[in-house]
């Protein structure tokens, strides 16, 4: 490239930074307050209004017939994807594999599989996200490789390899870990994480879930000098997976992507149950990454916000895994699949609130002001919203009202927004079957668009897809919600409309529980920003229910969601009533 081609480029790349920073998108005005981010928090100002749409890309729209969802399929959606008013795609993994655990095994991280398309594909898709001022975040399996990656196959030739310390080669199984189970959330090593192998280097791998997925080596916590393998994380091999990790992020990020969600970010660095080791890594990553990128997200899959938040992680989750998590929120009972828990939102209202609250508030009082907690409507590795008998479309209000009403950053999994079922009885598909008693298959189905032959997502025989169609011939489709002026998917519009035009149910939002935690039903939370203030009112449970709250002016109280005969407000003295009727949402702007 030329000085004068080299100046040139740089003036676009200016040029671009300063449009994205003024403005929030790519083509559109900014939304309220999303200039400027005055809370504290270093995300990119952009995050603040972030409304991310997670994609399982083989499961959206098959643009070839060949029964499996790709990139050209994506970008013939965007303009539906646009209309929710989600801002920010996530996409599980795009890069190759053998797919023996639905893409988190990969063979090569710079290069988009096939099956979904090219790294031309993908750029388009994100050109073309841009123009209608939607962002692009792909996955970033940090941990592990698939055992056929190119890698991995040179470094079980010998020790001298180029590859050879990306991995962990233990010559025995010490007897300290022997009858112990790994820990995947926390890195902990146990004796199914050695992996019998017969080659040149070493009798065993480390492994991260599945045999398939050795795992990269970012060092030990607390190496033992007598164990050869257990590297220090500053020792040659682990500085250069670091390095190598920095490489991918940038190929990807010069290409237009805005950020990455980071799989499994807590277990990189093996035996750190305090996390020290974990967090140092994750800080020297992200310093780079946000000096060299300052407009893009970094989102972990931690579980433990506070922890990430120390990372440098921009949005941490709080679902299924580890201590901090919603399973007594929203696990309902399915079938054989997924294990039984009493949920908050069940029609039966026999849930309580003491647990996730509890863990919640720690969270949230322990990064606000730093970062984000999101809590997915699901995601392609639990049960969807539609699950058990949580299966009306006035339940699946209630839930997502909790959802799109709630602080931190919300995602929505493809389908929720149109109350697609967790399908129970599907066979393993690419490692869905984790465990016996939990098949995530059911929350990778097509995703449902129409009337017409699989439900509009592919034209292939029926038998070729990646998964079946759901066969209930009431099933949900985006044509029939997309008319329907009570749908799910035109509630969730109307929702994120109004999440959109106000600070008090912004991500930075002030939130505070309000009813007894102790006499769960109804659920009753005050989201507030200076003087604008929302009543949130939740009864997800077929039982009238009525509190009594303290502190609150409801004379000026306004419904802004949810019809009249769904419940009222009185004040008595300084006290305010709160009736709601059974299965019932509604917010007031007070």
Request: with cysteine; net charge negative.
């Amino acid at each position: 490239m030329t000085i004068k081609a080299k100046i040139n480029k740089l003036g676009i790349m200016v040029a671009t930074a300063i449009l994205f920073a003024t403005t929030g998108s790519y083509a559109e005005s900014p939304t309220p307050n999303d200039t400027e981010n005055h809370s504290g928090n270093t995300s990119p100002a952009w995050v603040k209004s972030a409304v991310f749409y997670q994609i399982h890309p083989q499961s959206y729209k098959d643009s070839n017939g060949d029964g499996i969802g790709d990139i050209q399929g994506v970008i013939e959606k965007l303009d539906y994807i646009k209309s929710i008013g989600v801002n920010t795609l996530w996409f599980n993994p795009l890069f190759t594999s053998p797919f023996k655990d639905a893409g988190y095994d990969i063979t090569d991280f710079y290069q988009v599989d096939p099956r979904y398309g090219s790294n031309s594909d993908l750029v388009m898709l994100i050109n073309e996200a841009h123009k209608r001022g939607l962002r692009v975040c792909l996955d970033l399996v940090a941990g592990h490789t698939s055992d056929q990656s190119a890698w991995f196959q040179q470094a079980k030739e010998g020790k001298d390899q180029r590859y050879s310390d990306y991995y962990i080669w233990p010559d025995r199984i010490p007897d300290d870990v022997k009858g112990k189970e790994k820990d995947q959330v926390g890195g902990t090593i146990g004796e199914d994480s050695f992996v019998k192998i017969q080659h040149a280097h070493s009798p065993y791998f480390i492994k991260n879930y599945y045999a398939s997925q050795p795992a990269l080596n970012y060092g030990y916590a607390h190496p033992n000098p007598a164990h050869a393998w257990e590297q220090p994380v500053d020792a040659p091999g682990p500085m250069a997976v670091r390095r190598e990790l920095k490489n991918i992020i940038a190929f990807w990020m010069d290409k237009g992507v805005d950020g990455f969600r980071v799989d499994m970010a807590s277990s990189i660095v093996k035996n750190d149950p305090e996390k020290v080791e974990t967090i140092k890594v994750w800080q020297d990553i992200s310093s780079w990454y946000h000096h060299q990128y300052p407009q893009a997200v970094l989102i972990s899959e931690w579980s433990n916000p506070k922890e990430s938040s120390a990372g440098g992680f921009n949005i941490d989750f709080m679902m299924h895994i580890g201590k901090y998590n919603y399973t007594s929120l929203f696990f309902n009972r399915v079938g054989g699949e997924f294990e039984p828990t009493v949920s908050y939102f069940a029609k039966d209202g026999k849930g309580q609130l003491a647990e996730w609250y509890k863990l919640y508030s720690e969270q949230y009082n322990a990064t606000k002001g730093k970062s984000y907690i999101s809590m997915p409507t699901s995601n392609h590795d639990i049960q969807r919203l539609n699950a058990g008998d949580r299966d009306s479309v006035d339940q699946l209000k209630v839930a997502m009202t909790f959802f799109l009403t709630m602080p931190g950053t919300p995602f929505i999994y493809y389908g929720d927004e149109i109350g697609m079922r967790f399908q129970t009885g599907l066979w393993n598909k690419e490692g869905s079957q984790g465990r016996a008693t939990k098949n995530r298959a059911g929350s990778r189905t097509p995703m449902q668009w129409d009337s017409s032959g699989n439900a509009g997502f592919s034209s292939a025989d029926a038998w070729n897809l990646y998964l079946p169609i759901d066969k209930d011939p009431n099933r949900p489709t985006v044509a029939k919600e997309d008319k329907d002026p009570n749908s799910l998917l035109n509630y969730t519009r109307e929702l994120l409309k109004l999440r959109g035009a106000s600070n008090a149910l912004s991500a930075d939002g002030d939130w505070k529980l309000i009813s007894d935690v102790n006499k769960p039903y109804p659920m009753v939370y005050l989201r507030s920003a200076g003087n604008e203030r929302y009543l949130v009112v939740l009864n997800p449970s077929e039982n009238s229910v009525s509190t009594t709250v303290e502190g609150i002016d409801i004379s000026h109280a306004a419904r802004v969601v949810g019809k009249e005969e769904q419940g009222q407000l009185s004040q008595k003295q300084q006290s305010t009533l709160i009736d709601v009727k059974p299965i019932s949402a509604l917010v007031y702007k007070l």
